[in-house]
């Protein structure tokens, strides 16, 4: 069983900036990819960026490509998600997910966070 805990979250004016942290528990969590998802109120929940075990392959969604960075620290068993110039439609709840590898947590990941509130104002 792995437990995934995000933080980070809030409100902030668009074009500025937040890091989301996920903390998970587990001693495995070094071979594991990790991901970023959101939900919007009203929308599906979709991928928004993954990272595979050593952090040598990162993807992102077109919408988030050159503002956001996916990153992580093994030795703190976190993954981060850092957002750069934020628009109001970044506001979701965002979500962190591991799998086996990236396209694994993108199409089904084995566990889920319980998700963290950003809000983008305008």
């Known amino acids: 069983q792995v437990q995934l805990v995000e933080s980070g979250g809030g409100l902030v004016q668009a074009g500025g900036s937040l890091r989301l942290s996920c903390a998970a528990s587990?001693?495995?969590?070094?071979?594991?990819?990790m991901g970023w998802f959101r939900q919007a109120p009203g929308e599906e929940r979709g991928i928004v960026s993954a990272?595979?075990?050593?952090?040598?392959?990162?993807y992102y969604t077109d919408s988030v490509k050159g503002r956001f960075t996916i990153s992580r620290d093994n030795s703190k068993n976190t993954v981060y998600l850092q957002m750069n110039s934020l628009k109001p439609e970044d506001t979701a709840v965002y979500y962190c997910?591991?799998?086996?590898?990236?396209?694994?947590?993108?199409?089904?990941?084995?566990?889920w966070g319980q998700g963290t509130q950003v809000t983008v104002s305008s």
């Open positions: 997910a591991i799998g086996t590898t990236p396209a694994a947590v993108k199409i089904r990941p084995n566990y």
């Open positions: 587990g001693r495995t969590f070094s071979t594991y990819a």
């Open positions: 990272i595979d075990w050593s952090g040598g392959y990162t």
